[in-house]
């Protein structure tokens, strides 16, 4: 069974960056669909970025032109850049894996194994 560990997480100034990085062991990322999700306090676990098995990339408005997501199939691990961070991307990052349709990308009801999650704080 596929467990995904999250790292990267920490306190930036707005308008820093970040890393954060989802390493996979006991099976390969290639077949699944992985992303990142999010969830601040308060609010529901939202999707962030993904990509797809098939190679698509997939962003939420409110990160486009600012995160990266990505893939080392050699690492068997998943990246997200984050930039020009904002107080309100603060929140517990998740990274997931999903053998679903690509259409079910952004639901986190779909995720077939989630990490334990990384905190990220970003200050004014």
């Known amino acids: 069974q596929m467990q995904l560990v999250e790292s990267g997480g920490g306190l930036v100034q707005a308008g820093g960056s970040l890393r954060l990085t989802c390493a996979a062991s006991?099976?390969?990322?290639?077949?699944?669909?992985m992303s990142w999700f999010r969830q601040a306090p308060g609010k529901e676990r939202e999707f962030v970025a993904g990509?797809?098995?098939?190679?698509?990339?997939y962003y939420e408005h409110y990160v486009l032109g600012r995160f990266d997501i990505s893939r080392d199939i050699v690492k068997n691990t998943v990246y997200q850049e984050m930039n020009n961070l904002k107080p309100e991307d603060t929140a517990v990052y998740y990274c997931?894996?999903?053998?679903?349709?690509?259409?079910?990308?952004?639901?986190?009801?779909?995720?077939?194994?989630w990490g334990q999650g990384t905190q990220v704080t970003v200050s004014s």
């Open positions: 997931a894996a999903e053998a679903g349709p690509v259409r079910s990308i952004r639901d986190p009801g779909t995720v077939n194994y």
């Open positions: 990509h797809s098995s098939l190679g698509g990339y």
């Open positions: 006991g099976g390969y990322i290639e077949p699944y669909h």
